[in-house]
């Protein structure tokens, strides 16, 4: 049983930066595929961003796409999401979730496909 924390979010301006980190526990981290999903108010559980076992290889939803970095530290159990330029429209609970995954390439996309979620930290972006 893999247990996820995130950390990092809060009010921040359009424009502004924020750094996401979500801390792993109770499993081989090195063994999990990452990503990071955000719900909007009203709105369903999308797509942001994820990353393979070893940190070689990550996915980005087009939205975020040359703005928001993924990364991963095996050593310490946790991965990142750095947010650059922050838009209102980003605005939303960011979820990190974890698959173990026997592929080494693989970057799961769907949030069916995720075993484990954390608790979510909540990112507001101010116009």
């Known amino acids: 049983q893999v247990q996820l924390v995130e950390s990092g979010g809060g009010l921040v301006q359009a424009g502004d930066s924020l750094r996401l980190s979500c801390a792993a526990s109770?499993?081989?981290?090195?063994?999990?595929?990452m990503g990071w999903f955000r719900q909007a108010p009203g709105k369903e559980r999308e797509f942001v961003s994820s990353?393979?076992?070893?940190?070689?290889?990550?996915y980005y939803a087009d939205s975020v796409k040359g703005r928001f970095t993924i990364s991963r530290d095996n050593f310490k159990n946790t991965v990142y999401l750095q947010m650059n330029s922050l838009k209102p429209e980003d605005t939303a609970v960011y979820y990190c979730?974890?698959?173990?995954?026997?592929?080494?390439?693989?970057?799961?996309?769907?949030?069916?496909?995720?075993?484990?979620w954390g608790q979510g930290t909540q990112v507001t972006v101010s116009s």
């Open positions: 979730a974890a698959l173990r995954s026997s592929s080494y390439y693989y970057t799961p996309t769907k949030s069916s496909e995720y075993e484990y």
């Open positions: 109770g499993g081989t981290f090195s063994s999990y595929a």
């Open positions: 990353i393979n076992k070893s940190g070689g290889r990550t």
